[in-house]
């Protein structure tokens, strides 16, 4: 696949680039993974609202960390309303698994040495998560967490 016409931003992970929406306004976001002078699209976005031209999100090119092993991808999804998200795509299908449910935001951080994906897991602003504010440490394979330190809330917070 070529990314023919469309607007696209590098990672800070080498290799991979971040297409689409916010830099095209009606495109939808997706990864491509990029191999010298050609690349592969390796997903597309992680939310689409049926009947709204608009897209629904957007991959965050900062949030992008290839685990250890090269296998799979920690990816950060700025969804509607801005709720933040992490999804493992799996780079030899292009399937990307959501971390945590539906409702429960999250920030990509990174990988372990051992291969588990790190993220955080805020306060909520509103409503409730069913896990505690803090770092994560999350099982690729079965999205077991680990949590490795809380988090205070903030000043003025909850």
């Known amino acids: 696949m070529e990314r023919q016409h469309q607007v696209c931003e590098a990672t800070r992970a080498a ?15 997706s990864i491509w993974a990029s191999f010298g002078r050609s690349a592969v699209k390796l997903t597309g976005p992680a939310e689409v609202v ?4 608009l897209p629904a999100g957007f991959w965050v090119p900062a949030r992008l ?7 799979v991808l920690l990816a950060q999804w700025s969804g509607q309303c801005e709720v933040q998200s992490t999804y493992l795509v799996f780079m ?16 990509a951080l990174g990988w372990t ?16 998560a069913h896990l505690t504010a803090g770092i994560y440490a999350i ?7 680990t949590l490795l330190r809380r988090i205070k809330p903030r000043p003025g917070g909850p």
């Open 50 to 53: 049926k009947g709204d031209p």
């Open 113 to 128: 040495k051992e291969g588990l994906a790190k993220i955080r897991i805020p306060w909520p602003v509103c409503g409730g």
């Open 139 to 145: 099982d690729p394979s079965t999205l077991k967490p």
């Open 15 to 29: 290799g991979y680039t971040v297409c689409g929406y916010p830099l095209q306004k009606r495109t939808a976001s």
């Open 65 to 71: 960390f290839p685990s250890p092993d090269g296998k």
């Open 92 to 107: 030899q299908t292009g399937k990307r698994r959501a971390i945590l449910g539906e409702a429960d935001e999250s920030t």
